[in-house]
């Protein structure tokens, strides 16, 4: 039985340690560990004081030995390295009158390869006294802790990826969203998206329902967190606001099925700034019956929302004024003409005396008497109202359900502004605004243009009789 056994069996004498612990027992050594420790010759010589009386056949295969008197004499590659440390925890085992020891270590084959070994000794019945009979086997447990390495380096690996990945990453149970939405489902609401409308707080008990398992150190940095229990108190002023109704669209497609989404969402840093987020939702492999594991990845896409907003802006506006551009001016005159509301009114107004500032004082004086006008027109133009810089300078105000009266009025509230700005820029080079203003109204689109003609020429009526006034000369004319 004991030459088959299919572990590693040694049969050992241990009365020689025996004789090396009861002397420093003797010696008044209480704590052997540290004896041990403050001498690492104290420890060898307790290994060297074994002896190997025999060996079975799974342990001349397990080291690689093709004999017991090889074995022997090379017990040295065997028993070396990591084993000493664990040699320690063994021998305070039996310093403490335990009749044999348990424990895991190293041992190394006589081709120099690494074991993991599960040691487990008994001293004999009968052989108490002198401990010169011991039974000790070994267990291969290499493969076992291989894979245990294996896992744990895959565990560090993707706990790496996570904690350090460039983008903000939550995640979440939404187990108990699933259990409120199956009861919905269950009570028979076929229609989601008008019971979430009708019952909104369905949608807040959800939100309040996911639970945060971990996030990483983007999520902290993207949100203004010192630490995640920092972060998770902080929770409710993160999501709030618009992001109620994101979560509605959210919820809509988890009860169509779709476990996997994405979507623009608006946050909140715990500072209270305004966070743009592209969020990417994907309930993971093998949890779709339970959803108790969520992926939530969310990327900072605010400097991209300013970027197309400024460039929006560009779009429809003009830099040096601020006001509306005659892009914007086109497409709004094109939509007047297709929805109204009717009358329409307009103002076409050009600036007097441009050219000559600009060749008296340069063009620095021109474009600041343009920004001027933009200046008063902002003031004077409420919405729905606009007001479009629609050519060097040349301006207009569309007033859409508006009458020519009420453009009347607009026109002297422009001039009343004009004489205001005057004063307040009468250190400026003695420079002063003037406009020439036309205004026309129509009753419906196939009108437009004919009122657009009409404010041309009352704007070109009052320009000539300005330069006829001032005996400047009319550029246009000229």
Same mark, same amino acid.
Request: hydrophobic share 40%.
């Given at each position: 039985?004991?030459?088959?056994?299919?572990?590693?069996?040694?049969?050992?004498?241990?009365?020689?340690?025996?004789?090396?612990?009861?002397?420093?027992?003797?010696?008044?050594?209480?704590?052997?560990?540290?004896?041990?420790?403050?001498?690492?010759?104290?420890?060898?010589? +307790?290994?060297?004081?074994?002896?190997?009386?025999?060996?079975?056949?799974?342990?001349?295969?397990?080291?690689?030995?093709?004999?017991?008197?090889?074995?022997?004499?090379?017990?040295? &590659?065997?028993?070396? *390295?990591?084993?000493?440390?664990?040699?320690?925890? &063994?021998? +305070?085992?039996?310093?403490? *009158?335990?009749?044999?020891?348990?424990?895991?270590?190293?041992?190394?084959?006589? $081709?120099?390869?690494?074991?993991?070994?599960?040691?487990?000794?008994?001293?004999?019945?009968?052989?108490?006294?002198?401990?010169?009979?011991?039974?000790?086997?070994?267990?291969?447990?290499?493969?076992?802790?291989?894979?245990?390495?294996?896992?744990?380096?895959?565990?560090?690996?993707?706990? !790496?990826?996570?904690?350090?990945? =460039?983008?903000?990453?939550?995640?979440?149970?939404?187990?108990?969203? @699933?259990?409120?939405?199956?009861?919905?489902?269950?009570?028979?609401?076929?229609?989601?998206?008008?019971?979430?409308?009708?019952?909104?707080?369905?949608?807040? #008990?959800?939100?309040? &329902?996911?639970?945060?398992?971990?996030?990483?150190?983007?999520?902290?940095?993207?949100?203004?967190?010192? !630490? @995640?229990?920092?972060?998770?108190?902080?929770?409710?002023?993160?999501?709030? $606001?618009?992001?109620?109704?994101?979560?509605?669209?959210?919820?809509?497609?988890?009860?169509?099925? @779709?476990?996997?989404?994405?979507?623009?969402?608006?946050?909140?840093?715990?500072?209270?700034?305004?966070?743009?987020?592209?969020?990417?939702?994907?309930?993971?492999? %093998?949890?779709?019956? #339970?959803?108790?594991?969520?992926?939530?990845?969310?990327?900072?896409?605010?400097?991209?929302?300013?970027?197309?907003?400024?460039?929006?802006?560009?779009?429809?506006? $003009?830099?040096?004024?601020?006001?509306?551009?005659?892009?914007?001016?086109?497409? &709004?005159?094109?939509?007047?003409?297709?929805? /109204?509301?009717? =009358?329409?009114?307009?103002?076409?107004?050009?600036?007097?005396?441009?050219?000559?500032?600009?060749?008296?004082? /340069?063009?620095?004086?021109?474009? !600041?008497?343009?920004?001027?006008?933009?200046?008063?027109?902002?003031?004077?133009?409420?919405?729905?109202?606009? !007001?479009?810089?629609?050519?060097?300078?040349?301006?207009?105000?569309?007033?859409? *359900?508006?009458?020519?009266?009420?453009?009347?009025?607009? @026109?002297?509230?422009?001039?009343?502004?004009?004489?205001?700005?005057?004063?307040?820029?009468? %250190?400026? #080079?003695?420079?002063?605004?003037?406009?020439?203003?036309?205004?026309?109204? +129509?009753?419906? %689109?196939?009108?437009?243009?004919?009122?657009?003609?009409?404010?041309?020429?009352?704007?070109?009526?009052?320009?000539?009789?300005?330069?006829?006034?001032?005996?400047?000369?009319?550029?246009?004319?000229?």
């Amino acid at each position: 039985m004991f030459d088959l056994a299919p572990v590693s069996l040694w049969l050992e004498d241990f009365s020689g340690l025996k004789r090396i612990l009861d002397g420093w027992r003797a010696d008044g050594v209480t704590d052997l560990r540290s004896w041990l420790e403050a001498d690492p010759s104290r420890r060898h010589a +307790c290994m060297a004081s074994l002896q190997v009386l025999r060996v079975n056949q799974r342990t001349l295969q397990l080291f690689g030995a093709s004999t017991q008197e090889m074995l022997v004499a090379r017990l040295s &590659e065997v028993f070396r *390295g990591d084993m000493a440390d664990s040699v320690i925890d &063994e021998l +305070c085992q039996l310093w403490r *009158g335990a009749m044999g020891f348990e424990n895991q270590t190293v041992n190394y084959t006589l $081709d120099g390869r690494r074991l993991d070994v599960q040691v487990r000794a008994r001293i004999l019945p009968g052989h108490e006294a002198e401990w010169d009979r011991v039974l000790v086997s070994l267990e291969d447990t290499t493969a076992r802790f291989e894979a245990q390495r294996v896992i744990a380096d895959r565990e560090q690996y993707a706990r !790496s990826l996570f904690e350090h990945s =460039p983008v903000s990453l939550w995640v979440e149970d939404f187990s108990s969203v @699933k259990r409120l939405i199956d009861e919905a489902r269950m009570q028979g609401i076929s229609d989601f998206a008008t019971f979430i409308k009708v019952h909104p707080e369905f949608v807040t #008990r959800c939100m309040q &329902e996911i639970r945060v398992v971990d996030v990483n150190h983007e999520t902290l940095r993207m949100f203004g967190a010192r !630490s @995640k229990d920092e972060l998770l108190r902080g929770t409710g002023r993160i999501f709030r $606001d618009e992001m109620h109704e994101s979560f509605s669209e959210q919820l809509r497609e988890l009860w169509d099925g @779709k476990t996997l989404q994405q979507r623009e969402v608006v946050n909140y840093a715990l500072t209270g700034e305004l966070v743009n987020i592209h969020m990417q939702f994907a309930v993971m492999e %093998g949890h779709h019956d #339970r959803w108790d594991l969520v992926l939530v990845s969310l990327v900072d896409i605010t400097a991209r929302k300013k970027a197309e907003a400024y460039l929006e802006y560009l779009g429809k506006h $003009d830099v040096l004024t601020q006001l509306r551009n005659r892009t914007f001016y086109t497409e &709004e005159l094109a939509r007047l003409a297709r929805k /109204g509301p009717w =009358p329409l009114s307009v103002l076409v107004i050009d600036m007097n005396g441009l050219k000559q500032a600009n060749d008296e004082f /340069g063009h620095a004086a021109g474009d !600041s008497l343009l920004r001027r006008i933009g200046e008063v027109l902002t003031k004077a133009v409420d919405a729905p109202a606009v !007001s479009a810089r629609i050519g060097g300078d040349e301006f207009a105000v569309l007033m859409p *359900g508006v009458e020519e009266r009420g453009a009347e009025q607009m @026109k002297d509230r422009i001039n009343t502004l004009l004489e205001m700005n005057n004063q307040f820029y009468a %250190g400026d #080079r003695g420079l002063q605004l003037s406009l020439s203003i036309g205004i026309a109204s +129509c009753q419906s %689109g196939s009108q437009i243009d004919s009122m657009l003609l009409r404010a041309d020429q009352a704007m070109y009526d009052e320009k000539a009789r300005f330069y006829g006034k001032s005996g400047a000369p009319d550029r246009r004319r000229s």
